[in-house]
């Protein structure tokens, strides 16, 4: 088993900047054919907010396009996700996960909260 560990989480501002990092206990997220943040808002549907391939190939949800970024380190064991200009609908509990045929790994969620 592989343990994925959030931090990072806190509380900003409307218009202000968090980093979130997800740390793994194996260098699993450079072999993962999917690397990526969910978040999940108080009574909402769990939503996917970006994603990194063993290639470096991202994706975003189209509400975080041009405020948030995802990336890994070259080990293979960190995932972050850097999110700027955040706003209160950025608010959620943010999820990091590791997917393969063979696994599917997640965090514990790191708790965000965006004040206007």
């Known amino acids: 088993q592989v343990q994925l560990v959030e931090s990072g989480g806190g509380l900003v501002q409307a218009g202000g900047s968090l980093r979130l990092s997800c740390a793994a206990s194996?260098?699993?997220?450079?072999?993962?054919?999917?690397v990526g943040w969910y978040r999940q808002a108080p009574g909402k549907q769990r939503d996917l907010v970006a994603t990194?391939?063993?290639?470096?190939?991202?994706t975003y949800a189209d509400s975080v396009k041009g405020r948030f970024t995802i990336s890994r380190d070259n080990a293979g064991n960190t995932v972050y996700l850097q999110m700027n200009s955040l706003k209160p609908e950025d608010t959620a509990v943010y999820y990091c996960?590791?997917?393969?045929?063979?696994?599917?790994?997640w965090g514990q969620g790191t708790q965000v909260t965006i004040s206007s």
């Open positions: 996960t590791a997917k393969s045929a063979r696994y599917n790994y």
């Open positions: 194996r260098s699993i997220f450079s072999i993962s054919n999917m």
């Open positions: 990194i391939t063993s290639g470096g190939s991202t």
